[in-house]
């Protein structure tokens, strides 16, 4: 079955500590990774994809996550959290002629200590 | 300008009723979904339309019912709501290319909808 593992629901870290959210898939095709950021009472902004090539993606606000297919996992980090960080972040996975569909991960609430 | 937008953003109601939310997007993209997040942020699709034909129907009631009048609009009507239907739904879009390849989707603010 198709799917998504977030297997932390809640991370705080201080500001200007390094972050890793952990973010792992089950998919029977190639596929197709994406990180988005919600702040509250918002919608969700893409932080960054990865579709192929080099496995060390950057996205905005100073993201980067890595493709490792060996372990089926796509986590999402940054070397300085700044306060404004703290949101919730999903993991979603989609994949060819899927029309779209994006699977979503339940998602990890990210609290920022000052 | 708003890129997606949703209205209302709030929508209080009662069990029974029949209500309607509404999306539409400036981006110029031919797709367009709604997405239901339950009340521990679970976010799942529920419908997607490609130039106003649906392309993806979830295994959601038949309640619900979307309709786009073109390809910038995708409306969500709800019959006879229950408790069970409070959720925020957002709506989103994309310009998906023949589905080879699945696209950054742009996401509404969303509606938290509540049945009492």
């Known amino acids: 079955a198709q799917s998504v593992t977030q297997p932390d629901i809640h991370i705080t870290v201080s500001e200007g500590a390094s972050l890793e959210l952990r973010c792992n898939y089950s998919y029977g095709a190639t596929p197709y990774l994406f990180w988005y950021v919600q702040s509250p009472g918002q919608g969700l902004q893409l932080l960054l994809k990865?579709?192929?090539?080099?496995?060390l993606v950057q996205g905005i606000k100073g993201f980067e996550a890595e493709f490792k297919r060996s372990q089926s996992s796509f986590n999402l980090r940054k070397p300085s959290v700044h306060w404004s960080d703290a949101a919730e972040y999903f993991c979603a996975v989609g994949g060819r002629n899927q029309g779209g569909k994006l699977i979503f991960g339940q998602g990890t609430e990210l609290s920022v200590k000052p | 300008d708003t890129a997606v937008s949703q209205t209302p953003k709030y929508l209080v109601t009662q069990m029974g009723n029949d209500k309607s939310i509404k999306c539409e997007q400036n981006?110029?993209?031919?797709?367009m979904y709604w997405y239901k997040q339950d009340s521990k942020k679970f976010l799942k699709i529920m419908f997607s339309y490609n130039n106003k034909e649906l392309i993806i129907n979830e295994t959601v009631p038949n309640r619900f019912s979307p309709k786009s009048p073109d390809k910038a609009h995708l409306n969500l009507h709800i019959n006879s709501l229950e408790l069970g239907d409070s959720a925020v739904y957002f709506c989103a879009s994309s310009q998906e290319d023949g589905g080879w390849k699945p696209r950054e989707q742009y996401f509404g603010p969303g509606t938290r909808l509540t049945v009492t």
């Open positions: 990865y579709f192929s090539g080099d496995t």
């Open positions: 981006l110029g993209h031919d797709t």
